[in-house]
């Protein structure tokens, strides 16, 4: 199916916001499947991408291609079953494929109506197949809040992004608060940094509108010095408008226009990168809202450990 066009006008306004929700809503909604391919690194590692061929393959010749969406997500958090690929409506979780699945999976179950179960998701304690991620039990008993949309809709929309309420929040503050009510709320939601620290998220951003400067920056520090540690990658994979978004209403708070993300160049899967830098790209170009806080840039680096961002340096 066609996707969603790109809005050639910025975005000056929660209309605007309303009416590419309203638009992304009603072709997503006109399409009889959506599968979702996801593409985390686990999956990539795996072989999603050939699974997507074979998908788009399979569905041209059956003739499903014009009724079918194909998005490629972050990752849905079950890295061990891939290449996963999610059927909706329904939630039918398909793991572990290959591409010379997918033609019983189109035969069967898209145009017949019958999950495959011997492909599904297998549950050892109980001895079943599992077909629905509502009653796994790794995703049911989830309460997702950072990664809520992450393996749910295509990372490098921002359509996608807007259609699951993006940039709102965005809207709201440059419309209608000032930046103490912002650092206040923050304050008070109990917010903190996902390190090892936990800093008070609302005080870092108190210190940062005190602080005297012509010009200030906020920076995502998405390195991950800790071996095994991919949860600032995932998000940026899965998820990465949300940290533009987040960003902007940082940036908003202390007083910064420009911002940057620092995302290490060894990273598997260089995805986190190009995504933050085509969410960049898309700000600058599609999102205004009256902005007085951006997001400007984005770069790989070398392995660097940077304890504690209240005394991190950047050189530019």
Same mark, same amino acid.
């Given at each position: 199916?066609?996707?969603?066009?790109?809005?050639?006008?910025?975005?000056?306004?929660?209309?605007?916001?309303?009416?590419?929700?309203?638009?992304?809503?009603?072709?997503?909604?006109?399409?009889?499947?959506?599968?979702?391919?996801?593409?985390?690194?686990?999956? #990539?590692?795996?072989?999603?991408?050939?699974?997507?061929?074979? $998908?788009?393959?399979?569905?041209?010749?059956?003739?499903?291609?014009?009724? +079918?969406?194909?998005?490629? +997500?972050?990752?849905?958090?079950?890295?061990?079953?891939?290449? +996963?690929?999610?059927?909706?409506?329904?939630?039918?979780?398909?793991?572990?494929?290959?591409?010379?699945? *997918?033609?019983?999976?189109? =035969?069967?179950?898209? $145009?017949?109506?019958?999950? #495959?179960?011997?492909?599904?998701?297998?549950?050892? @304690?109980? @001895?079943?197949?599992?077909?629905?991620? &509502?009653?796994?039990? %790794? %995703?049911?008993?989830?309460?997702?809040?950072?990664?809520?949309?992450?393996?749910?809709?295509?990372?490098?929309?921002? @359509?996608?992004?807007? &259609?699951?309420?993006?940039?709102?929040?965005?809207?709201?503050?440059?419309?209608?608060?000032?930046?103490?009510?912002? *650092?206040?709320?923050? !304050?008070?939601?109990?917010?903190?940094?996902?390190? /090892?620290?936990?800093?008070?998220?609302? #005080? !870092?951003?108190?210190?940062?509108?005190?602080? !005297?400067?012509?010009?200030?920056?906020?920076?995502?520090?998405?390195?991950?010095?800790?071996?095994?540690?991919?949860?600032?990658?995932?998000?940026?994979? /899965?998820?990465?408008?949300?940290?533009?978004? /987040?960003?902007?209403?940082?940036? %908003? &708070?202390?007083?910064?226009?420009?911002? %940057?993300?620092?995302?290490?160049? @060894?990273?598997?899967?260089?995805?986190?990168?190009?995504?933050?830098?085509?969410?960049?790209?898309?700000?600058?170009?599609? *999102?205004?809202?009256?902005?007085? &806080?951006?997001?400007?840039?984005? /770069?790989?680096?070398?392995?660097?450990? +940077?304890?504690?961002?209240?005394?991190?340096? $950047? =050189?530019?």
């Amino acid at each position: 199916m066609p996707k969603a066009k790109q809005e050639a006008k910025r975005i000056t306004s929660v209309a605007d916001l309303d009416k590419i929700k309203s638009s992304y809503l009603k072709i997503r909604d006109a399409a009889k499947f959506r599968l979702l391919v996801c593409a985390g690194a686990g999956c #990539v590692s795996s072989g999603c991408k050939s699974v997507r061929k074979a $998908l788009e393959a399979e569905l041209d010749r059956v003739g499903l291609a014009n009724k +079918t969406l194909i998005h490629e +997500t972050g990752c849905l958090g079950s890295c061990h079953l891939g290449p +996963t690929l999610v059927v909706e409506p329904g939630g039918v979780l398909y793991t572990k494929l290959q591409p010379d699945h *997918i033609a019983r999976i189109v =035969r069967e179950h898209l $145009l017949g109506g019958r999950i #495959v179960e011997e492909l599904c998701y297998y549950d050892a @304690e109980r @001895e079943r197949y599992v077909p629905h991620l &509502a009653e796994i039990d %790794f %995703f049911r008993r989830q309460m997702r809040i950072v990664t809520a949309r992450c393996g749910s809709m295509p990372y490098d929309s921002i @359509e996608a992004y807007i &259609a699951h309420d993006g940039y709102y929040a965005l809207a709201e503050v440059l419309k209608k608060r000032t930046p103490l009510s912002v *650092i206040e709320e923050i !304050k008070r939601s109990g917010l903190r940094g996902r390190g /090892g620290g936990g800093f008070p998220t609302g #005080v !870092k951003w108190e210190a940062g509108y005190k602080a !005297k400067a012509d010009q200030k920056y906020i920076v995502c520090n998405a390195d991950e010095g800790d071996p095994g540690a991919f949860m600032d990658r995932s998000l940026l994979e /899965g998820d990465p408008h949300a940290i533009i978004e /987040g960003m902007a209403i940082g940036g %908003f &708070a202390i007083g910064a226009t420009k911002g %940057f993300v620092y995302v290490r160049a @060894e990273y598997p899967n260089l995805s986190a990168v190009l995504g933050a830098r085509l969410s960049l790209r898309l700000c600058a170009r599609g *999102i205004s809202l009256g902005c007085r &806080a951006s997001c400007s840039r984005t /770069g790989p680096g070398a392995i660097r450990r +940077t304890p504690g961002e209240e005394h991190s340096r $950047l =050189r530019f």
